[in-house]
């Protein structure tokens, strides 16, 4: 059974910092390629970065590039968003998840829940100006 399970997220002011966390279990069967993809109210999922299985190489969708890093500690099976100079634009629900393939979705950063095959519930990032 696969399992990711977010964590970390709260309401910060514009400008703060915030660590989420997703633990995952059950990703045995092949190697996962992992992401972290957001929603905010009333608009679609928004992929924001990616790693690789092992944890070494990272992408990110370009109005966060200078300011997230995602990280993946495969000893403890935790994959990281350190989120840096937030600003309210980046209020949503975040999410892990968990894919196979390891690619930048083409067209803009708009995804689709069937894009990935194993999903968390979420953690709310609130953003206040």
């Known amino acids: 059974q696969v399992v990711l399970e977010e964590s970390g997220g709260s309401s910060v002011q514009a400008g703060g910092s915030l660590r989420l966390s997703c633990a995952f279990s059950?990703?045995?069967?092949?190697?996962?390629?992992m992401y972290w993809v957001r929603q905010a109210i009333g608009k679609g999922l928004e992929w924001v970065a990616g790693?690789?299985?092992?944890?070494?190489?990272?992408i990110y969708e370009d109005s966060v590039k200078d300011r997230f890093t995602i990280s993946k500690d495969n000893a403890k099976n935790i994959l990281y968003l350190e989120m840096n100079g937030l600003e309210s634009e980046d209020t949503a629900i975040y999410y892990c998840?968990?894919?196979?393939?390891?690619?930048?979705?083409?067209?803009?950063?708009?995804?689709?829940?069937?894009?990935?095959?194993?999903w968390g519930q979420g953690t709310q990032v609130t953003v206040s100006s």
């Open positions: 059950g990703l045995t069967s092949r190697p996962y390629s």
């Open positions: 998840a968990a894919d196979p393939a390891f690619f930048r979705p083409a067209g803009g950063p708009s995804v689709r829940r069937e894009d990935f095959q194993y």
């Open positions: 790693t690789n299985a092992a944890g070494i190489t990272a």
